[in-house]
């Protein structure tokens, strides 16, 4: 039973042009979302969060917009850029089953910016 | 580099043994978590620990175990391995644990 989910394995996209990466989740006790950058061989990097009182959230290219009512987040990177080929992670956290500060993850998007 | 260290980066290691990991938090972050990431699935919280104590436990095998030390470095310990067990092991820090975690590099663990 997936809490969270990416349901785009991967996605191609041309430098320059925006990158939309989704994520859905069903927990309606989840209270902050997180998005992650994976290289191969490397950790997770943290790239940008929200909080569920907000509904979007900027930090230079990326922008996290979250939905409530839908239980849908989305992460926008403009302009793409080759080095943003890396696989994205939506994680999610809140007070679900008396755990409030571990993450639950997305399977992962690996998007692709191709020259 | 998240300063979250973890060792050693690669393991490799037969059915039935034991393993420990190793983690190191970034310097002031007293929250350390263990993740689990199996080919083709996302991440899986194994467990939590804050300040030396156990605040939490998600997906974790009763063969593994973990502690957290008055320095704040973690171990995840691995025992009677089979080859299921074969993934990348990661460990995260935080603050206290409300707040964005940092990720170190992960150890790669191979149970042949």
């Known amino acids: 039973d997936q809490q969270v989910k990416q349901n785009s394995p991967s996605l191609s996209v041309q430098e320059g042009r925006i990158s939309i990466l989704n994520c859905d989740y069903t927990n309606s006790m989840f209270d902050y979302f997180l998005w992650y950058k994976k290289y191969p061989a490397e950790g997770p990097t943290f790239l940008i969060s929200i909080s569920s009182i907000k509904d979007k959230n900027e930090d230079g290219r990326f922008t996290v917009f979250l939905n409530k009512s839908a239980k849908h987040l989305s992460l926008h990177i403009v302009p793409s850029q080759p080095g943003d080929s890396a696989v994205y992670f939506c994680?999610?956290?809140?007070?679900?089953?008396?755990?409030?500060?571990?993450?639950?993850f997305g399977k992962g998007t690996k998007l692709s910016v191709k020259p | 580099d998240s300063g979250v260290t973890q060792t050693p980066k690669h393991l490799i290691t037969a059915t039935g043994q034991r393993v420990t990991l190793r983690c190191s938090p970034r310097?002031?972050?007293?929250?350390v978590y263990w993740y689990q990431q199996s080919l083709d699935q996302g991440l899986q919280f194994l467990i939590q620990?804050?300040?030396?104590?156990?605040?939490a436990k998600g997906n974790i095998l009763e063969r593994f175990s973990a502690q957290q030390f008055p320095d704040l470095h973690s171990e995840l310990n691995l025992s009677s391995l089979e080859l299921g067990d074969s993934a990348l092991y990661f460990c995260?820090?935080?603050?206290?644990?409300?707040?964005?975690?940092?990720f170190g590099p992960g150890t790669r663990l191979l149970v042949l």
């Open positions: 310097s002031g972050d007293l929250s």
């Open positions: 620990y804050y300040n030396g104590e156990e605040r």
């Open positions: 994680a999610a956290k809140g007070r679900v089953g008396g755990s409030q500060g571990n993450l639950i």
């Open positions: 995260a820090s935080s603050v206290y644990g409300e707040e964005t975690q940092y």
